[in-house]
């Protein structure tokens, strides 16, 4: 059974950073990909970050590309999302996913099948 534990959020001021970390286990590694989403109030969950986890390739949503970074430990337990240059449009409940296809891009949310509870951040101006 997969669990998914997402820390690290918090209040930051816009210009900020936060790291995000996600414990996974369960997870069957090398064979799919996990990444971040997020969900702000009144909208749909978008892809933040995506990393193959038999290759290691990352993908990132352009609005984060440049000040995110995806990254998993060498155990591959704990996958991370350091969060530089924070802005208040990246207000949101952040989430882990995992077990999801190893494909180029970040696919929808809809492909992946485990989740954590999610993680809020709040950046304010």
């Known amino acids: 059974q997969v669990q998914l534990v997402e820390s690290g959020g918090g209040s930051v001021q816009a210009g900020g950073s936060l790291r995000l970390s996600c414990a996974a286990s369960?997870?069957?590694?090398?064979?799919?990909?996990m990444g971040w989403f997020r969900q702000a109030p009144g909208k749909e969950r978008e892809g933040v970050a995506t990393i193959d986890t038999v290759t290691g390739s990352t993908y990132y949503a352009d609005s984060v590309k440049g000040r995110f970074d995806i990254s998993q430990d060498n155990s591959k337990n704990t996958l991370f999302l350091q969060m530089n240059s924070l802005k208040p449009e990246d207000t949101a409940m952040y989430y882990c996913?995992?077990?999801?296809?190893?494909?180029?891009?970040?696919?929808?949310?809809?492909?992946?099948?485990?989740w954590g509870q999610g993680t809020q951040v709040t950046v304010s101006s």
């Open positions: 369960g997870v069957t590694h090398n064979r799919y990909s």
């Open positions: 996913a995992a077990n999801g296809p190893r494909v180029p891009g970040i696919p929808s949310w809809m492909h992946f099948d485990s």
